[in-house]
């Protein structure tokens, strides 16, 4: 029997709930959303999930600076890798909504380029990692860059779209979900969702963490 | 007494570095008039005010990257040993950035000097306008003298600025792009001053991570 500590079990279990749940669980019929509506459960979750695995590497690169060790510039590696995942996942599970709601799969809008710059930091931080060659320097240098860059982006992401009119749930007039849709159906799938998906996150990133120092210990020995 | 004086020092020593070699700063002010000659040529004139605006921002992002590019690149081994035995790594960042942001106000003046020369001049509240040069100015060169920074501390590719510093770059862009464009609009004061504040937050945002972080790139 394989052995998983508790909240991997937690982990599986809500994310099946969730596909189960999500799929085939009553949900309230809304124009124009129809049955894209269950989308929230993925792609809304998917953003949480991004936003918290970006906190997570923020706050171990403020911890690599505090105290230089490999095991925090590592997590904050992976922690960056998954969010970027995640990041990607959210982006083409929004354009498929976007596409069944709004009619096309991009619109410009501040809530969507926001999204698209939370990519490009990810990348411009992947750049840089692969730009510099001693290790030491390059986990004290990204670290720096990750602080600065993270920083702003979630001000670019959290504060700027609130200041203009969106499309998007949430903005400028636009009611966000939890004010009349989100009905309490809705909501005993979307927090499990969330706290599912940012578990399977967690996960993988712990697989990546140990995969990262079992190749170390090879390049050792 | 003595910070501000080293600073002050620190902030002539680059003015005079940037003025002995002239071809620098000459050639930067040549990329300003290519630029803007080269949308005069392509766009013969420019009626509508959001292209006018956005394309002066563009020429003066892509102004401020190749302007602050070579800050920490031209410094050599030896001369940041003095330094670093001489100042402390706050004196360096803030001299460079007061330096950067006095450099890119005249330039981005300029550059509207010579845009309203050759495109017209749609602005309305010159006031305002002047803010939103002023403040973009000391934005983008807090943001790009921390990623210069950042940027040679890395193996020296000279794309790696521009990649680094424009997704940093994207939020003061987006808001100095807005609020500029509603001064050339000549809005009133209480619709531009959420933006003014956001602008001025942000900057201050930009000046403590860069002040708290730059030590950390400065000690190899």
Same mark, same amino acid.
């Given at each position: 029997?394989?052995?998983?500590?508790?909240?991997?079990?937690?982990?599986?279990?809500?994310?099946?709930?969730?596909?189960?749940?999500?799929?085939?669980?009553? #949900?309230?019929?809304?124009?124009?959303?129809?049955?894209?509506?269950?989308?929230?459960?993925?792609?809304?979750?998917?953003?949480?999930?991004?936003?918290?695995?970006?906190?997570?590497?923020?706050?171990?690169?403020?911890k690599?600076?505090?105290?230089?060790?490999?095991?925090?510039?590592?997590?904050?590696?992976?922690?960056?890798?998954?969010?970027?995942?995640?990041?990607?996942? %959210?982006?083409?599970?929004?354009?498929?909504?976007?596409?069944?709601?709004?009619?096309?799969?991009?619109?410009?809008?501040?809530?969507l380029?926001?999204?698209?710059?939370?990519?490009?930091?990810?990348?411009?931080?992947?750049?840089?990692?692969?730009?510099?060659?001693?290790?030491?320097?390059?986990?004290?240098?990204?670290? #720096?860059?990750?602080?600065?860059?993270?920083?702003?982006?979630?001000?670019?992401?959290?504060v700027?779209?609130?200041?203009?009119?969106?499309?998007?749930?949430?903005? %400028?007039?636009?009611? %966000?979900?939890?004010?009349?849709?989100?009905?309490?159906?809705?909501?005993? #799938?979307?927090?499990?969702? #969330?706290?599912?998906?940012?578990?399977?996150?967690?996960?993988?990133?712990?697989?990546?963490?140990?995969?990262?120092?079992?190749?170390?210990?090879?390049?050792?020995? | 007494?003595?910070?501000?004086?080293?600073?002050?020092?620190?902030?002539?020593?680059?003015?005079?570095?940037d003025?002995?070699?002239?071809?620098?700063?000459?050639?930067i002010?040549?990329?300003?008039?290519?630029?803007?000659?080269?949308c005069?040529?392509?766009?013969?004139?420019v009626?509508?005010?959001?292209?006018w605006?956005?394309?002066?921002?563009?020429?003066?992002?892509?102004?401020?990257?190749?302007?602050?590019?070579?800050?920490?690149?031209?410094?050599?081994?030896?001369?940041?040993?003095?330094?670093?035995?001489?100042?402390?790594?706050?004196?360096?960042?803030?001299?460079?950035?007061i330096?950067?942001?006095?450099?890119?106000?005249?330039?981005?003046?300029?550059?509207?000097?010579?845009?309203?020369?050759?495109?017209?001049?749609?602005?309305?509240?010159?006031?305002?306008?002047?803010?939103?040069?002023?403040?973009?100015?000391?934005?983008?060169?807090?943001?790009?003298?921390?990623?210069?920074?950042?940027?040679?501390?890395?193996?020296?590719?000279?794309?790696?600025?521009a990649?680094?510093?424009?997704?940093?770059?994207?939020?003061?862009?987006?808001?100095?792009?807005?609020?500029?464009?509603?001064?050339?609009?000549?809005?009133?004061?209480?619709?531009?001053?959420?933006?003014?504040?956001?602008?001025?937050?942000?900057?201050?945002?930009?000046?403590?991570?860069?002040?708290?972080?730059?030590?950390?790139?400065?000690?190899?």
């Amino acid at each position: 029997m394989l052995k998983l500590s508790w909240w991997k079990w937690l982990c599986i279990v809500l994310i099946f709930y969730t596909l189960i749940e999500g799929f085939l669980g009553p #949900v309230p019929a809304l124009p124009i959303l129809n049955e894209t509506i269950r989308n929230l459960y993925f792609h809304v979750t998917m953003w949480f999930a991004m936003m918290i695995l970006m906190t997570v590497s923020l706050v171990y690169s403020i911890k690599y600076l505090s105290k230089p060790l490999a095991h925090n510039d590592t997590v904050a590696e992976m922690s960056a890798k998954v969010g970027m995942l995640f990041g990607i996942i %959210g982006i083409l599970t929004g354009m498929i909504w976007a596409k069944n709601t709004w009619g096309a799969y991009w619109v410009n809008d501040a809530k969507l380029n926001g999204a698209a710059a939370a990519l490009l930091v990810y990348t411009a931080y992947f750049i840089l990692r692969n730009a510099i060659e001693d290790e030491t320097k390059r986990a004290r240098i990204s670290s #720096v860059y990750a602080i600065f860059a993270f920083t702003l982006m979630m001000v670019f992401i959290m504060v700027l779209p609130r200041m203009t009119d969106s499309l998007h749930p949430g903005n %400028g007039g636009n009611p %966000g979900f939890s004010t009349y849709d989100l009905d309490a159906n809705m909501r005993k #799938v979307f927090y499990p969702a #969330v706290l599912g998906f940012t578990l399977l996150g967690i996960w993988i990133m712990q697989l990546k963490i140990n995969i990262k120092k079992l190749q170390h210990f090879n390049d050792e020995q | 007494m003595q910070n501000t004086s080293k600073i002050f020092s620190l902030i002539i020593k680059e003015y005079r570095y940037d003025w002995r070699s002239r071809s620098a700063l000459s050639g930067i002010l040549m990329y300003v008039f290519a630029t803007v000659f080269i949308c005069y040529l392509s766009f013969k004139n420019v009626i509508d005010i959001p292209t006018w605006n956005s394309l002066f921002w563009i020429i003066i992002l892509f102004v401020a990257i190749n302007a602050i590019a070579k800050s920490f690149m031209a410094e050599s081994q030896a001369l940041q040993l003095f330094y670093y035995s001489f100042l402390s790594p706050y004196h360096i960042i803030v001299s460079k950035i007061i330096y950067h942001a006095v450099l890119m106000f005249v330039l981005a003046t300029l550059g509207a000097f010579i845009f309203t020369f050759f495109l017209g001049n749609p602005v309305q509240s010159y006031l305002q306008f002047s803010l939103a040069l002023l403040l973009g100015s000391v934005s983008f060169s807090s943001c790009l003298t921390m990623i210069s920074a950042i940027a040679s501390r890395a193996t020296n590719n000279p794309a790696l600025l521009a990649v680094l510093g424009f997704p940093v770059l994207l939020p003061v862009l987006t808001v100095t792009i807005r609020f500029s464009k509603n001064a050339i609009d000549g809005l009133a004061w209480s619709v531009n001053q959420p933006y003014f504040i956001l602008l001025l937050c942000l900057n201050a945002l930009i000046l403590a991570l860069a002040y708290l972080l730059f030590p950390y790139l400065w000690r190899e």
